[in-house]
């Protein structure tokens, strides 16, 4: 579970069981029941926790999101980079590089890694915020308002997303490794 939210000793058991059988099993395949019987607890404590599976599944999904692009933001700060097309580049390389070390967890959350669901919990926690901070201090200066940035966060978050299943799951239209040079390109050129 992504630190900036606090859990129970019995939301996480629900969280953790659902996601074990979500990837497992896939989403349509896990009902309520099996995951309150992997996490060890009655069905009414679901309630307590979740309105029902999809909410969960919700849940988890911002969760893993969030993790992905911390961790490729933290990543990316260690290498203290100068220009900010170096750092967006690198940014998105451990992004990739996330996904193509945990591929099951790609399959599970890639419709939804989209700044569109994030920038909704971007105030309440620190880390999504530090990643539109790196878009707003290098286009503040040249006069670009909020609304651009937040749709140049969009565009390119959704588009990795996208390629990255397209790529490292079904392999379309190429291998990850081969699309990875056309994609720093267009987001260069987004840029």
Known sequence: MFEGIEQTRREKALYSAAYELFTEKGITNTAINDIVIKAG??????YTYFKNKEDLLDRIILNKSMKVLHEAMLATKEEELASFNERLLTFVHHIIQ?????PIMLKLIH?????GVLRKV????????DIYLMFKSEYEK??????EIESLLFIIIDLVGSVCYHSIVLEEPAPIDQMKPI?????????
């Not at 994609?183 to 840029?191: D, G, V």
């Open 142 to 147: 040249e006069g670009i308002t909020d609304l």
């Open 122 to 129: 971007r105030p309440k926690y620190k880390e999504m915020n």
């Open 183 to 191: 994609l720093f390109k267009t987001i260069e050129n987004i840029i």
């Open 98 to 102: 996330y996904f193509e070390e945990d």
């Open 111 to 115: 419709k939804n890694l989209s700044w």
């Open 41 to 46: 607890v009655a069905k009414g404590t679901f």
